[in-house]
């Protein structure tokens, strides 16, 4: 964190003359800022808006910086990106003795920008296309199928449909057995994606198998702080796990939340020990965390907090659960929206 302070990054676009257009990037620079830990990210533009280039290093020069990073908000390699930038950034450096500045890569290609283009897509069919059937005819089967070979009446009634999709999505049905629901567990998940609440996950993988359109008509957004490069450092100066030290970064938007820890039983214990010592309290955990060094341990301490929760007893768990169980709150949400 200490070295990131030091440095400022220079989030460059094109410029447009539609302010909104602008404003993304404005959005986008205080993220980066926000979950990067640098001492300063400005946004700045080549055209039609200002800062340009050149103003936007002259700002930072004048705050003190003498390290710049420009990182090209461009998705291709055109003229801007390959001659542009190289003539202003020659620039720059004669005019501040001493400026260190360099250029990453721009945004390009990248496995994420899929993952972004597919949940537009899918976002787009589900507000745009009524006629769809709200389950796909193999899912319906499947579901049908396992109804078939579970005794349903013996699980409330608003528990079964989070117990027959965590089933659907592992072909096991010793989940019936081991997945565990306290009082108002499912009713406390569900609304707080009706009033907009933030979905916490411990692992990148939890965060992106959560079924965004379903949450976006509610306004409620996922975070995942475990990459986040402030985290890797915190979690090297103090001796613990990325995804413990996740847990404090998202302490601040937890409040309510819904937390969904699939992967990682330090996560867990960590989230207890916040919220033990007076942190922020969730609406429902999700403590299904897989393994055979801790996994099961975390979820007893969650089952003995007596803290709202949906978990798994044993070794058993793992992301796939918990995004499972996020999604069928989502969907339980959404049916009361939308009756489908």
Partial sequence: MAGNEKKAIMLLGHGSKAAEANETLRKAARAVEQRGGYGMVLPA??????????????????????????????LYMGLHVTQDLPAEMEEAKNKHAGLKIALTQNLGFHDKLIDITIQRIEEFSAEKTASIPCQH??????????????????????????????????????????????????????????EGRNIITDVR??????????????GAKTFCFSSDRSVAETAAAQGTTKTAASMRKAAEFMEGAVVAIGNAPTALFELLR?????????????????????????????????LTSIFTKG???????????????????AEAKTGC
């Fill in 205 to 218: 993988m939890v965060e992106a198998g959560i079924m965004k359109y379903r949450l976006e008509p509610f």
């Fill in 45 to 74: 533009f080549l055209q039609m808006e200002k800062p340009d280039f050149q103003e936007g290093v002259d700002a930072l020069v004048a705050k003190g910086f003498s390290d710049i990073t420009v990182m090209p908000y461009f």
């Fill in 315 to 333: 070794r058993k768990g793992g992301s796939t659960i918990a995004v499972a169980i996020v999604n069928a709150l989502a969907i339980l949400a």
């Fill in 137 to 194: 005819p193999i899912e319906k089967e499947s579901f049908r199928i396992i109804g078939t070979e579970l005794d349903e009446s013996v699980f409330p009634e608003i528990e079964l449909p989070v117990i027959k999709r965590v089933i659907h999505t592992t072909a096991d049905f010793e989940f019936k057995d081991i997945l565990k629901f306290t009082p108002g567990a499912v009713e406390a998940g569900v609304r707080a994606i009706r």
């Fill in 274 to 306: 916040i919220i033990a010592a007076g942190g922020p309290k969730p609406a429902l955990i999700v403590g299904v965390p897989v393994g055979f060094v801790g996994a099961a341990e975390s979820k007893e301490a969650l089952e003995k907090s007596g």
